[in-house]
């Protein structure tokens, strides 16, 4: 018998470690207190849903999930004693927690004469499998894409025959029994068949405007499959398979359109090494500052960020579109960031904070790359002189204004003219024209002025 122990693996298809030839596998869930108090809500919503497509999955093919609650340290020897089980396998994450927890309990199942297996599986490329000619971790995007783009990948597992069971498990505990409060956001269905049609849909015809509308979030150009990456209620092998055979089987600006939204699996996996060999990025800024970087961190406007009304329509559009779906469109993740922390001076980490406790798909690796690199302080990020106009954004990547009426209602009702030059609007035009949205809390323009200096101080310039 074995155990295999699913953690963000949440499905029976292209999953290596449950793959692995020998003995068939009985599942097991763990409802980790020390993961639980990392996670927040709509996250929690997402997973219990998964949870239970995997466990009927099992049950159709007449085995089980087992779900247990507690360390995953005493719960995993306890479970392989009960069901005779010999081995226990799971795929690797790659945070330093995950990684501090997996340690321990290898550790403790050798002790307990059981036989531990890890697999890489959540990635194409293990962490440290594309380095620099010299061995080390790649520190600049570009040069790990050209490497990860031609290696080749393996190919999707198919599901293995499952150790019978005749067992029912324990129930899935609700969303308050695991301390939580329902979502108020409206989080996407879970499924593997969901992540599935995401992906089809997607790649139908989406995928073809994606290298040319990616960056505009009223278009939909975009799989929403990160929720699922995120989880693995689909395999990043099926995933880059069914994009590359897609790839080749087009031409022109089609085929450029369809790798460039390759490139955005690698970037996951690239952020996946850097987190990996700099596990402190999590809490430090991954490139240091000679006197540090002088935060501001007024309160009040953090506080005016997180509730969406700072009086910049596309920055405040992206913060209701978090409250309301915990997604927020990746184009408008940097705008936000950037305002957060050229336009406010906060510093990256609160808002980190903020996106982890609020996102579906937050993951740690992605969204920490991208935070540091908004803020000027990861690796290969945007330079500190580089700082994103919130209007000109706005005006830009949502032209019709289309995006911004979508979660702003108090502008349904104006000209797209009149959002774009809200910020030029004297006191009596905005209260004329949209009396319940805000002034612009900072002045753009002498905020950019205050970063460049706050940041040339950090660096040392004279």
């Known amino acids: 018998m074995r155990l295999h122990w699913h953690r963000r693996d949440l499905r029976l298809a292209d999953n290596r470690g449950l793959s692995v030839p020998g003995t068939p596998p009985l599942g097991i869930f763990v409802f980790d207190e020390n993961v639980l108090d990392h996670a927040a809500a709509p996250r929690v919503a997402f997973m219990l849903e998964a949870l239970g497509a995997l466990r009927e999955a099992?049950?159709?093919?007449?085995?089980?999930?087992?779900?247990c609650a507690g360390d995953p340290v005493d719960v995993l020897p306890e479970a392989a004693g009960e069901t005779g089980a010999e081995t226990?396998?799971?795929?690797r994450d790659y945070s330093g927690l995950a990684r501090s927890r997996d340690a321990r309990v290898w550790a403790a199942l050798s002790e307990a004469d059981l036989t531990p297996q890890a697999f890489h599986d959540a990635v194409c490329h293990e962490p440290g499998a594309i380095t620099t000619?010299?061995?080390?971790?790649y520190a600049v995007y570009s040069y790990y894409w050209k490497k990860w783009r031609d290696r080749s990948k393996e190919v999707p597992y198919d599901v293995p025959p499952l150790a019978p069971s005749d067992d029912v498990g324990e129930p899935l505990p609700s969303i308050a029994e695991l301390g939580f409060e329902p979502p108020t956001a409206d989080v996407p269905v879970a499924t593997p068949e969901r992540a599935r049609e995401l992906l089809e849909g997607f790649l139908d015809a989406p995928v073809f405007d994606y290298g040319e509308r990616r960056d505009y979030p009223a278009d939909g150009c975009t799989s929403r499959l990160s929720p699922h990456l995120k989880f693995g209620t689909i395999g990043i092998r099926a995933v880059d398979r069914a994009v590359r055979r897609?790839?080749?089987s087009v031409a022109g600006e089609k085929r450029v359109s369809v790798e460039t939204f390759r490139s955005q699996l690698a970037w996951r996996e690239f952020y996946a090494q850097v987190l990996r060999?700099?596990?402190?990025?999590?809490?430090?800024?991954?490139?240091?500052?000679?006197?540090?970087?002088?935060?501001e961190n007024d309160p009040e406007l953090l506080s005016a960020w997180r509730r969406g009304e700072t009086g910049y329509p596309i920055v405040d559009a992206g913060m209701?579109?978090?409250d309301a779906e915990a997604h927020m469109h990746n184009r408008v993740r940097m705008i936000v960031a950037s305002f957060?922390?050229?336009?406010?001076?906060?510093?990256?980490?609160a808002g980190y904070d903020h996106f982890r406790a609020k996102l579906v798909d937050h993951d740690t690796a992605n969204d920490n790359g991208g935070w540091q690199w908004a803020a000027s302080t990861g690796t290969d990020a945007q330079p500190y002189f580089r700082i994103f106009n919130p209007m000109t954004q706005g005006e830009r990547y949502d032209p019709d204004g289309e995006y911004i009426r979508e979660f702003v209602p108090e502008l349904r009702g104006i000209s797209t003219e009149t959002i774009h030059s809200w910020h030029e609007l004297s006191a009596n035009e905005r209260e004329a024209t949209a009396p319940a949205y805000p002034a612009p809390i900072v002045d753009h323009a002498a905020r950019r002025e205050r970063a460049l200096a706050m940041f040339e101080s950090a660096r040392g310039d004279d």
Do not use: H
């Open 58 to 67: 099992y049950r159709d093919r007449g085995s089980e999930l087992l779900v």
């Open 88 to 91: 226990v396998s799971w795929n």
């Open 133 to 137: 000619n010299d061995g080390e971790p």
């Open 246 to 248: 897609l790839r080749d």
């Open 277 to 295: 060999f700099n596990p402190n990025v999590v809490t430090e800024n991954y490139r240091a500052y000679e006197n540090g970087i002088a935060w």
């Open 320 to 322: 209701r579109q978090l």
């Open 340 to 349: 957060l922390t050229k336009d406010l001076l906060v510093d990256w980490r």
